[in-house]
């Protein structure tokens, strides 16, 4: 059986009309969501949109907005406030933009959110209504734990941060295209000599199942190999799309090493802010910080809160 390759719902190249920016949520208050995975590690959340759900939604660091299933923006009669070119690792589509008063997960709200309306030719996993991304997510910390299955958000710098050990690896909150500066991003460096250059810069990506490079095979140094894979994505997705793979034997992120990845290549795409997309679901769990521009990678924390 052919493999699948997940990849995210990158970023919104233009914007027919200008959007206000958002708050964050005020309060420093901390909340806890248990969640699902589909696959071991598409990671399943409960929101309400305006008040009205739960719905289930793919949660997906590697997307700059979020997303919503037409029945739902029908059923909840979401405005359509705007019209966008969203930009993934396959190509580009055109969306159109729709407006929620709020979106909460577990008591954590944000308030006057814009969502990207499911394009017709994408889909979701069975019973998923959504994708919620940066947009949501950057307004608090956040530590994903795939270990026991548990979301923790923090609005605003506080306790969490301090009770996690481990080392605090810088990332970039914003990307550059060639269309300007992207926000909602989450980019990182990374090493591995095997591929032939020094540093890669990766996004940290809930919604990948493995690490995914841009250019090519040439991206994947020496053992590469071609074979053909299905893509899967909010945007749009394709069948038997020609890739080159190989596993790649040590990734180093700070003093983290990560050995016998599998990595993908995907042709060259213009416009894109990364070298590929790193998989969260390749550590036990993961701190971001996004009050302090850090993640630590399968932090140590006390053994009062591991019992979680």
């Known amino acids: 059986m052919?493999?699948?390759l997940f990849v995210p719902f990158a970023f919104l190249l233009s914007v027919a009309i200008a959007l206000s920016a958002n708050a964050a949520p005020p309060g420093e208050t901390t909340v806890s969501v248990k969640f699902r995975t589909i696959q071991d590690f598409l990671v399943i959340v409960p929101i309400a949109i305006n008040g009205a759900g739960p719905f289930n939604f793919l949660l997906d660091t590697g997307a700059s907005r979020s997303v919503v299933d037409r029945k739902i923006a029908d059923q909840l009669s979401l405005p359509c406030v705007a019209q966008s070119i969203a930009v993934g690792a396959e190509?580009?589509?055109s969306?159109?933009?729709v407006h929620v008063n709020s979106v909460s997960m577990g008591g954590s709200t944000v308030p006057g959110l814009t969502l990207t309306l499911l394009p017709q030719?994408?889909?979701?996993?069975?019973?998923?209504s959504g994708v919620l991304g940066e947009d949501f997510l950057e307004r608090f910390d956040l530590l994903l734990d795939y270990r026991h299955h548990?979301?923790?958000?923090?609005s605003g710098d506080g306790p969490l941060a301090e009770a996690l050990a481990g080392e605090r690896l810088p990332i970039r909150l914003q990307g550059?295209?060639?269309?300007?500066?992207?926000?909602g991003r989450l980019i990182l460096s990374a090493h591995a000599p095997e591929l032939g250059r020094g540093?890669?810069?990766?996004?940290?990506d809930s919604g990948v199942n493995f690490l995914v490079l841009f250019g090519g095979r040439q991206s994947l140094g020496a053992g590469a190999i071609q074979q053909k894979l299905d893509i899967a994505s909010p945007v749009q997705?394709?069948?038997?799309?020609?890739?080159?793979?190989?596993?790649?034997?040590?990734?180093?992120?700070?003093?983290?090493?990560v050995r016998n990845l599998t990595a993908f290549a995907l042709p060259a795409r213009p416009g894109m802010d990364t070298d590929g997309f790193m998989p969260t679901s390749a550590f036990g769990s993961i701190f971001i910080s996004h009050s302090q521009k850090f993640v630590i990678l399968d932090p140590t924390t006390p053994t009062a809160r591991r019992g979680k």
Do not use: M, Y
Request: charged letters at 20%; hydrophobic letters at 35%; proline letters at 5%.
């Open 91 to 93: 190509g580009t589509t």
């Open 150 to 154: 548990v979301i923790e958000l923090q």
């Open 176 to 183: 550059r295209t060639e269309a300007g500066p992207e926000f």
């Open 2 to 4: 052919r493999q699948t």
């Open 237 to 257: 997705s394709s069948s038997g799309v020609p890739v080159f793979s190989r596993t790649i034997n040590e990734l180093r992120l700070g003093n983290k090493i």
């Open 199 to 204: 540093e890669v810069s990766l996004l940290l």
């Open 121 to 128: 030719s994408a889909s979701l996993p069975e019973k998923v």
């Open 95 to 97: 969306v159109s933009l």
